[in-house]
């Protein structure tokens, strides 16, 4: 009678802790399969980088690049039209994880910002009209030049000219700066040679020309976080190396850039 009450006893434990057993694995939170989604700001006035489309879509370079990064490293990315004087701040703030606009790496931005490796080379050019004698950008001091607002071409007019000279015409994007020169509103245009021949490509522009200096210096292209995110930053630049080992940033650039030549 003993061996079976015994029995009886240890039966019964061991059915609850079969019972607990089952519980505790139909508790247990199932791993996460989320995929990270980063927020990108990028200016969508400066095309072909990034631009709007008929569908009102953000489209370009800049896009296409980002997007194919994210594609290589597993993330997601959400991508936002950001007025580009206030993209850096909105950066700064946590408004926006990533930028990607057409950035200049410079030493100034490099205070505020990390920056990916350098995946565009740049460089800047003076647009004039034809019969302009304009040869170099010392030449623009007393004239009235047309930029694109925060640009580097912005802080090269006001070191040569003065912060404050009313000369310096800034313009939301670089084809309202072209259109003011076309109707004689300013005597040049200083902005990059890439948005400048994807323009004069892709409208019937006649009577300007392009101007080369060779005090310009070369300018590389970066995408940008906040200071410190040292994790984001490497994938980044991982997924960039992946893209152009494969030959798919190859692609990417001769899309935009080679038809425009």
Do not use: W
């Not at 021949?197 to 060779?214: A, C, E, F, P, W």
């Amino acid at each position: 009678m003993k061996h079976t009450l015994v029995k009886t006893a240890l039966l019964t434990l061991l059915a609850l802790g079969v019972l607990s057993a089952c519980g505790k694995h139909e508790d247990a939170p199932a791993a996460s399969t989320a995929v990270k989604e980063y927020v990108v700001g990028t200016g969508a006035t400066y095309a072909p980088f990034e631009y709007e489309n008929e569908h009102k879509e953000l489209v370009g370079f800049d896009i296409d690049v980002v997007k194919a990064i994210a594609e290589k490293e597993g993330f997601k990315v959400k991508f936002i039209n950001t007025p580009f004087d206030g993209i850096f701040t909105a950066l700064a703030q946590g408004d926006r994880d990533i930028i990607a606009s057409g950035l200049t790496i410079t030493e100034k931005r490099k205070l505020t910002v990390d920056f990916s490796d350098p995946y565009f080379e740049a460089g800047q050019v003076i647009v004039v009209p034809n019969d302009s004698k304009i040869q170099k950008i010392g030449d623009l001091k007393p004239l009235k030049v047309g930029v694109l607002q925060g640009s580097t071409g912005d802080e090269m007019m006001q070191k040569l000219a003065g912060d404050n000279n009313a000369n310096i015409k800034r313009f939301e994007s670089t084809p309202l700066a072209m259109k003011e020169l076309e109707t004689g509103g300013v005597s040049a245009v200083i902005a990059d040679k890439g948005a400048v021949v994807h323009y004069l490509s892709n409208n019937q522009v006649k009577g300007i020309r392009m101007v080369t200096d060779d005090n310009f210096p070369k300018e590389y292209f970066g995408i940008a976080v906040q200071k410190g995110n040292a994790a984001l930053l490497e994938k980044i630049n991982h997924g960039l190396a992946a893209i152009k080992a494969d030959g798919s940033y190859d692609k990417l650039h001769a899309q935009y850039f080679d038809a425009a030549k």
